[in-house]
């Protein structure tokens, strides 16, 4: 299994990311994927889990509104939409197949700071 992360970087506040991850080794389609992060300090945080169609997303009370998970299972692709993002968002954001961050790749850096 390998999932890599990219598209992280550094925001000012109110500011909006886009972030990928792209998976192989695993049979992408059936599975539920996650987004999960750990800020600077502190422990893995679950963010969204998306249904292996798409058609079921769940998210964190603090990312809710906010951030937006799809995915594209024809290229085995999943995406996190992150707008009006805020300083406390700064963390390395992974996808994972479990809540808790099973096969998490290397994670991207998202930065919230003016």
């Known amino acids: 299994v390998e999932l890599v992360e990219s598209g992280g970087g550094l925001v000012q506040p109110g500011g909006s990311l886009r972030l990928s991850c792209a998976a192989s080794?695993?049979?992408?389609?059936?599975?539920?994927m996650n987004w999960v992060r750990q800020a600077p300090g502190k422990g893995l945080e679950w963010v969204s889990t998306?249904?292996?169609?798409?058609?079921?997303?769940i998210y964190a009370d603090s990312v809710r509104g906010r951030f937006t998970t799809s995915r594209d299972n024809a290229k085995n692709m999943m995406s996190l939409q992150m707008n009006s993002l805020k300083s406390e968002d700064t963390a390395l954001y992974y996808c994972?197949?479990?809540?808790?961050?099973?096969?998490r790749g290397q994670g991207t850096q998202v930065t919230v700071s003016s």
């Open positions: 994972a197949t479990t809540r808790t961050g099973a096969n």
């Open positions: 080794g695993l049979t992408f389609s059936l599975l539920f």
């Open positions: 998306i249904s292996p169609d798409g058609t079921v997303t």
